[in-house]
């Protein structure tokens, strides 16, 4: 929940450079709609209740909150667990704050996950190996645990995990996920677990502890690596190549934090890209597990989280498998430290109403939804698709270009038959269309308007390294880059899928 790292859009492509260098294969099916899971974090919600603040439903008529989020599209909850909080459950932050920790003792953690169990919720568990919040910032020993070696917190990690776990199961409580540490991006239990003189030895041992003991105890919970910085992708890189690829981290899904109102601007291309980075390079399952927006605009939260819904869509095989709401319960009114990032606007004294904003889990979206943009990035030149000088002209020429923003490189889908779409460029609404209605291969790519020709018509195809091509409806052939090149300013033109410019990449831009 800390601010995250603004990264410019340089970074993107320096970044996809060094990862996204993937081998052309044969093309597999096409991408399907994934059952993607809406989630809210809802630690602080029986803290509030006690508090006696209530919550109304769409009829106005004070109701249960968790029955309230299901109507709203909401089938998980993420629970957190601190060792030994305080007995009041409010912590006086760092900063000399105050908040609400919530009721996430054991006692507590059991009485919510029971609450979501009877409503045929899935669980997200995240222990926080502290006694009160672990992000960046704060990644406290628990007290119990003060003066124990770090060999010594290895086993205490194992044991307490291992512990919980084994007392929800005993209760008939199986989480479906479950993060080892939360927020880890620095470490976990510092000085022990930190990485920031580059050593992930320690690290790696204590969260390999924490999963072992999940595996243990449930061997179908998946466990969750959680960092922040949602939109940094050579933090995330960092990260994952020394956790999992110099150290042998295990984990089974990669997590992060999304946070547009901390960094001061959308990001959501550069978290698109790390979203498709880990599920391809590290072959694991991504989800976003903490967002939020500034609870006063409902529709830009309900903007954000659709952006999210549609940039996991896209990620290959299906590996975009959740959003979390963090506290969307919450409101600034009612909470010390005034978080404002909630979903709830005040109806009347300790009664809350859940914003429109949550209306964005109601309607399940399509892959290559057309209520947003993305962006084509060619895998070989690591360019993006673009109409050559902005131009708004039909049979303007279709080139590739250092990605800058423009309208020009954002493209809209719109299925028009079956399998197939029309590919419309956002700055001039015109379409990609085959020069010509050629189906030679060589055709240049031009924009036109549409005209329901099968020349402008595309099957996107995901390929076996999980990245797409597009075919082309008329000729049989593959949108490409001329001589396979590199170049700035190159031309489109259809061509036979063994090119290796035959490979893109689709990012949500907006």
Same mark, same amino acid.
């Given at each position: 929940?800390?601010?995250?790292?603004?990264?410019?859009?340089?970074?993107?492509?320096?970044?996809?450079?060094?990862?996204?260098?993937?081998?052309?294969?044969?093309?597999?099916?096409?991408?399907?709609?994934?059952?993607?899971?809406?989630?809210?974090?809802?630690?602080?919600?029986?803290?509030?209740?006690?508090?006696?603040?209530?919550?109304?439903?769409?009829?106005?008529?004070?109701?249960?909150?968790?029955?309230?989020?299901?109507?709203?599209?909401?089938?998980?909850?993420?629970?957190?667990?601190?060792?030994?909080?305080?007995?009041?459950?409010?912590?006086?932050?760092?900063?000399?704050?105050?908040?609400?920790?919530?009721?996430?003792?054991?006692?507590?953690?059991?009485?919510?996950?029971?609450?979501?169990?009877?409503?045929?919720?899935?669980?997200?568990?995240?222990?926080?190996?502290?006694?009160?919040?672990?992000?960046?910032?704060?990644?406290?020993?628990?007290?119990?645990?003060?003066?124990?070696?770090?060999?010594?917190?290895?086993?205490?990690?194992?044991?307490?995990?291992?512990?919980?776990?084994?007392?929800?199961?005993?209760?008939?409580?199986?989480?479906?996920?479950?993060?080892?540490?939360?927020?880890?991006?620095?470490?976990?239990?510092?000085?022990?677990?930190?990485?920031?003189?580059?050593?992930?030895?320690?690290?790696?041992?204590?969260?390999?502890?924490?999963?072992?003991?999940?595996?243990?105890?449930?061997?179908?919970?998946?466990?969750?690596?959680?960092?922040?910085?949602?939109?940094?992708?050579?933090?995330?890189?960092?990260?994952?190549?020394?956790?999992?690829?110099?150290?042998?981290?295990? $984990?089974?899904?990669?997590?992060?934090?999304?946070?547009?109102?901390?960094?001061?601007?959308?990001?959501?291309?550069?978290?698109?890209?790390?979203?498709?980075?880990?599920?391809?390079?590290?072959?694991?399952?991504?989800?976003?597990?903490?967002?939020?927006?500034?609870?006063?605009?409902?529709?830009?939260?309900?903007?954000?989280?659709?952006?999210?819904?549609?940039?996991?869509?896209?990620?290959?095989?299906?590996?975009?498998?959740?959003?979390?709401?963090?506290?969307?319960?919450?409101?600034?009114?009612?909470?010390?430290?005034?978080?404002?990032?909630?979903?709830?606007? #005040?109806?009347? *004294?300790? $009664?809350?109403?859940?914003?429109?904003? &949550?209306?964005?889990?109601?309607?399940?979206?399509?892959?290559?939804?057309?209520?947003?943009?993305?962006?084509?990035?060619?895998?070989?030149?690591?360019?993006?698709?673009?109409?050559?000088?902005?131009?708004?002209?039909?049979?303007?020429?279709?080139?590739?270009? $250092?990605?800058?923003?423009?309208?020009?490189?954002?493209?809209?889908?719109?299925?028009?038959?079956?399998?197939?779409?029309?590919?419309?460029?956002?700055?001039?609404?015109?379409? &990609?269309?085959?020069?010509?209605?050629?189906?030679?291969?060589?055709? *240049?790519?031009?924009?036109?308007?549409?005209?329901?020709?099968?020349?402008?018509?595309? #099957?996107?195809?995901?390929?076996?390294?999980?990245?797409?091509?597009?075919?082309?409806?008329?000729?049989?052939?593959?949108?490409?880059?001329?001589?396979?090149?590199?170049?700035?300013? #190159?031309?489109?033109?259809?061509?036979?899928?063994?090119?290796?410019? $035959?490979?893109?990449?689709?990012?949500?831009?907006?």
């Amino acid at each position: 929940m800390k601010k995250l790292y603004k990264k410019i859009v340089s970074l993107v492509m320096s970044a996809l450079l060094a990862v996204m260098v993937l081998p052309v294969t044969t093309h597999a099916s096409n991408q399907q709609d994934n059952d993607i899971v809406y989630g809210a974090d809802i630690g602080w919600l029986s803290q509030m209740e006690n508090q006696g603040i209530q919550y109304l439903n769409e009829d106005g008529n004070v109701d249960d909150a968790l029955s309230v989020l299901k109507n709203k599209g909401i089938n998980a909850v993420r629970l957190r667990v601190f060792v030994n909080p305080e007995t009041d459950f409010v912590w006086t932050k760092p900063d000399g704050t105050t908040c609400l920790l919530g009721y996430c003792d054991t006692q507590g953690l059991l009485y919510t996950a029971q609450r979501a169990k009877n409503l045929g919720m899935k669980i997200m568990l995240v222990f926080h190996y502290s006694d009160h919040f672990a992000d960046p910032l704060c990644q406290d020993i628990p007290e119990q645990w003060s003066g124990a070696s770090a060999k010594e917190i290895e086993k205490y990690v194992y044991d307490y995990t291992y512990y919980i776990m084994n007392f929800l199961g005993e209760n008939g409580i199986t989480p479906e996920w479950v993060q080892v540490g939360n927020e880890v991006s620095y470490g976990v239990l510092y000085p022990y677990g930190s990485n920031q003189t580059g050593d992930f030895e320690q690290l790696t041992a204590f969260l390999n502890s924490g999963y072992d003991a999940v595996k243990a105890v449930s061997p179908n919970s998946k466990v969750v690596t959680h960092l922040t910085h949602g939109s940094g992708i050579l933090h995330f890189e960092w990260f994952f190549s020394n956790f999992i690829t110099k150290c042998g981290g295990k $984990t089974d899904v990669v997590g992060l934090s999304y946070y547009p109102y901390w960094t001061g601007g959308d990001e959501i291309e550069n978290v698109a890209v790390n979203l498709y980075n880990m599920a391809t390079k590290y072959e694991k399952e991504v989800m976003i597990c903490e967002t939020g927006e500034v609870e006063t605009d409902a529709a830009k939260t309900y903007e954000l989280l659709r952006k999210e819904i549609n940039a996991l869509n896209t990620v290959p095989g299906n590996k975009g498998i959740g959003v979390f709401y963090w506290e969307p319960e919450a409101n600034s009114q009612y909470l010390p430290d005034g978080y404002t990032l909630g979903a709830t606007e #005040e109806v009347s *004294s300790n $009664t809350l109403r859940f914003t429109d904003a &949550l209306n964005a889990f109601k309607t399940g979206t399509t892959f290559l939804s057309n209520e947003c943009s993305y962006e084509f990035y060619n895998v070989n030149s690591q360019k993006a698709l673009n109409v050559c000088q902005g131009s708004q002209d039909n049979n303007a020429s279709i080139e590739q270009y $250092t990605y800058g923003g423009w309208n020009s490189q954002k493209w809209i889908f719109e299925q028009v038959d079956g399998n197939y779409y029309i590919i419309k460029n956002k700055n001039s609404g015109l379409v &990609l269309d085959v020069n010509s209605m050629s189906t030679q291969v060589g055709a *240049s790519i031009i924009q036109y308007e549409y005209n329901q020709g099968w020349n402008q018509m595309w #099957e996107v195809i995901e390929k076996d390294d999980g990245s797409y091509a597009l075919k082309n409806r008329l000729s049989g052939l593959y949108l490409g880059v001329r001589n396979n090149s590199s170049a700035d300013g #190159e031309w489109c033109q259809q061509t036979n899928l063994s090119e290796s410019g $035959t490979s893109w990449y689709l990012v949500v831009t907006e």
